[in-house]
């Protein structure tokens, strides 16, 4: 290619990623208040690849959730082919896909993480009633591993770094995927069908069951918190705030009632967001994480 044409390609190029990632900004702005905040406020090197993870899991989330109209099946097959052909061309006109497969060559994310991830998607498509190992296989999949993204991201090629807080990672990750189970309980069986929670009858939601629930969520929480402690601090800040505002909610759905969590949706409204973020930001510079 003539020296003209190869820096014209480049800067073609540069604009359509960027473009790409700008894209995925907007999916993570607009779907989640919560996260965007916890991203606003880690290192900028991070933020870029974060949003390109958020927004990849965004939309395959999309799929089996919200198109009750649409061949769901169809539709992730063709969403899983596409992000396989993506990571082998180094590219994808679809701009979601594109910034994602750029972080994961990067980045050195496994195609282990995004198969079980995709896998965990797939498991939706059907209304599973989940035994234990089915429940651990879908959290794994479909939290844990992009808890690990994430990491991968914040270790930048540091192999023991990421071994290390591996293991908090998954818990976190675990812990913030059962919090939404519990706030979401109403509409994942009103709509879809869903009980996540093994051996749970939704009729017979009872006191005993959602304590034994929250005990588990209670043991991640403990478990993440003190890899968040030993995270890069570039990212610590923004993770921590993920953390506080998780533990809200969490706080929050334990102080209901199981009949009131059957009927309702818990919310964090967007003022009680905003303190969060004033409170974890004067406790991290207090150092009493």
């Known amino acids: 290619m003539e020296p003209n044409k190869s820096k014209l390609f480049t800067e073609q190029k540069q604009l359509f990623d960027t473009t790409a990632i700008l894209c995925s900004r907007i999916v993570t702005k607009y779907y989640s208040t919560s996260f965007s905040l916890g991203i606003s406020l880690i290192a900028k090197e991070y933020r870029d690849a974060i949003y390109a993870v958020y927004g990849y899991v ?70 599973h009633t989940y035994s234990d190992k089915l429940y651990e296989q879908y959290i794994y999949g479909s939290a844990e591993v992009v808890g690990l993204m994430c990491l991968r991201v914040f270790c930048n090629g540091d192999k023991a770094e990421f071994e290390r807080l591996k293991a908090p990672a998954r818990s976190l990750g675990a812990a913030f995927q059962k919090v939404n189970f519990l706030r979401d309980m109403k509409d ?43 995270l890069p601090i570039g990212c610590r800040k923004g993770v921590y705030l993920a953390y506080r505002y998780y533990t809200k909610l969490f706080k929050k759905i334990k102080s209901k009632k199981p009949d009131t969590i059957k009927v309702e949706r818990i919310r964090i409204n967007n003022i009680i967001k905003i303190y969060i973020l004033l409170k974890s930001d004067a406790r991290y510079r207090l150092n009493l994480l």
């Open 188 to 230: 994942d069986f009103d709509e879809r069908g869903r009980i996540y929670f093994p051996g749970i009858d939704f009729e017979q939601f009872t006191s005993a069951d959602k304590k034994l629930i929250e005990a588990e969520i209670e043991k991640d929480f403990n478990d993440a918190l003190a890899g968040i402690k030993e």
């Open 58 to 127: 965004r939309y395959a989330d999309e799929i089996v959730d919200t198109f009750h109209e649409q061949d769901k099946a169809t539709l992730l097959h063709e969403f899983r082919d596409d992000t396989y052909k993506a990571l082998q061309r180094g590219l994808s006109m679809n701009p979601i896909i594109n910034s994602f497969q750029q972080v994961v060559r990067h980045y050195g994310i496994e195609q282990e993480l995004i198969d079980a991830f995709l896998d965990s998607m797939e498991m939706d498509l059907t209304g």
